[in-house]
C-alpha cells in the first residue's frame, strides 16, 4: 500500500524526518539514548551523533542528557522536544488524510 514519508526541511542543513523522530520516540520511551540506539539497531554514536544534530536545529535542546555515574546517565525529551515531536506527528497526520484518496489512485496504476 502507498504510504508517505514527511521530511521538514527547515533550513539548509536542518532536516526533521522520521527517523529523527523516531530516535526522539525511543529516548522519550526508554530514558536513555543507548537504549534507544539499541531498539532501533543503530550504533551509540550515530545516534549520538543525531541527537547532537537536532539539539542543534531548534533554539533550545529537545533532549536532555546526563552523564553516567553512581546512579547511571540518561536522556529525556526536554518540553521543547516533546512539543516538535507532538507537531511533526500532527504533521504526518494531516498529510495522510490529504493525501490518502490520491495515495490510493496511484497504488492501483501499481503493477503487482
Known amino acids: 500500500m502507498a504510504r508517505l514519508s514527511i521530511r521538514i526541511d527547515l533550513g539548509e542543513d536542518a532536516r526533521l524526518g522520521p527517523g529523527k523522530v ?3 520516540e525511543q ?4 530514558g536513555s539514548i543507548s ?6 539497531g543503530m550504533s551509540y554514536k550515530r ?12 533554539d533550545a535542546p529537545l533532549v536532555a542528557s546526563q552523564s ?3 546512579k547511571g546517565g540518561g ?5 521543547l522536544g516533546a512539543d516538535i515531536v507532538s507537531h511533526y506527528r500532527k504533521v504526518v497526520t494531516a498529510a495522510e ?3 490518502k484518496p490520491l495515495l490510493a489512485r496511484i497504488q492501483k496504476q501499481v503493477r503487482t
Open 22 to 24: 523516531a530516535l526522539l
Open 27 to 30: 529516548i522519550a520511551a526508554t
Open 35 to 40: 537504549a534507544a540506539a539499541r531498539a532501533m
Open 47 to 58: 545516534a549520538w551523533d543525531l541527537v547532537e544534530e537536532v539539539n542543534g536545529m531548534f
Open 68 to 70: 553516567g555515574g553512581r
Open 75 to 79: 536522556a529525556a525529551l526536554t518540553a
Open 97 to 99: 488524510a490529504a493525501a
